[in-house]
């Protein structure tokens, strides 16, 4: 898992971005929102890094069914905004459309393993807007290079400071065409200039600007559903979670005293549970049924 580049990303921009208002430079409305939530990936560090080091827990990932493809599904299908009743609903729907059974350890994973994802894609869109942060500086410094050469001669060819060619960033194009307007009465020239090197590419400069607002838009959709999820991971609830979707929970609750336990008390039965499934090698829910078959409390056998 790359979770841990992706928090020293995230860091890194975050502290970049701080740099930049403090300078009072705008950064935009997803580097705003990075600002504003960059605690909450503070607080889903410590709780990620435990389940690291946790190799018993990192297994079952895979041990049973690929939970993390399970979980980035979920999030892509419901466009990385769910809560507790969407998890459920998505967790059920899984179960019955692949007639498996979700392990307690399995349904245990399900927060961090969301908070695991979003952190990487949230570093994803760190990393873009850092490169286009890089650009802006770059086109920056190009146009002021471009004007002071301009107070010395009397004109001056885009060809010599600008290669559009198949690297040249959508971002980078929309940037630098906005910044002509700097160069005053000589934006008209370098404007028409710029357009024929898109030509010559294949390109058109209205589909660019088009396709890079349409982009920017997805990337602050996401980035405001992904902070939004990350806030809620917090509040999803184990118990919840077992209750609504575990198959295993739903027949031990078959057991009147069991269902009348508090959830400490339960959490030892289901520990129980597991292991004394794996030791006579059967599936936890086979194991259960197996208990209920008997007409005594499930406790008498765990």
């Known amino acids: ?16 971005l701080l740099e930049m ?10 580097n705003e929102w990075i600002l504003d939530n960059y605690y909450l990936i503070v607080e889903q560090k410590p709780n990620i890094l435990e389940f690291l080091k946790d190799s018993r827990s990192v297994k079952y990932l895979t041990k049973n069914v690929d939970l993390y493809k399970i979980v980035e599904d979920i999030l892509i299908d ?7 009743s969407i998890i459920i609903r998505e967790l059920n729907k899984y179960q019955k459309e692949n007639d498996v059974v979700f392990l307690y350890q399995e349904l245990c994973l399900i927060p961090i ?7 990487d894609k949230i570093s994803d869109v760190c990393a873009l807007e850092s490169n286009r942060l890089n650009e802006k500086k770059e086109i920056d410094f190009l146009i002021d290079r471009m004007i002071e050469d301009l107070a010395i001669r009397r004109s001056i060819s885009l060809s010599n400071y600008l290669s559009i060619n198949e690297k040249t960033t959508s971002s980078f194009i929309v940037y630098f065409n906005e910044q002509l307007k700097e160069m005053g009465e000589n934006s008209p020239v370098i404007f028409k200039e710029l357009n024929e090197a898109l030509t010559e590419n294949n390109l058109a400069l209205r589909d660019i ?5 349409v982009e920017n838009a997805k990337t602050s959709i996401f980035i405001n559903n992904a902070f939004y999820t990350v806030k809620n991971v917090g509040t999803i609830k184990s118990e919840k979670i077992f209750s609504s979707v575990s198959q295993i929970e739903m027949a031990l609750m078959k057991d009147k005293e069991y269902a009348k336990m508090d959830d400490i008390t339960k959490n030892e039965y289901r520990n129980a549970v597991i292991e004394n499934a794996r030791k006579k090698r059967m599936a936890d829910i086979d194991y259960v049924n197996s208990l209920l078959e008997k007409d005594k409390h499930i406790g008498f056998f765990l």
């Open 209 to 213: 600007i088009y396709n890079e607002h």
């Open 1 to 16: 898992m790359r979770v841990k580049k992706s928090f020293k990303v995230i860091t890194n921009h975050y502290k970049r």
């Open 78 to 84: 419901n466009n990385y905004r769910i809560n507790e």
């Open 21 to 30: 208002t403090d300078n009072h430079l705008f950064v935009g409305i997803t």
């Open 113 to 119: 393993l969301i908070g695991i994802i979003l952190i």
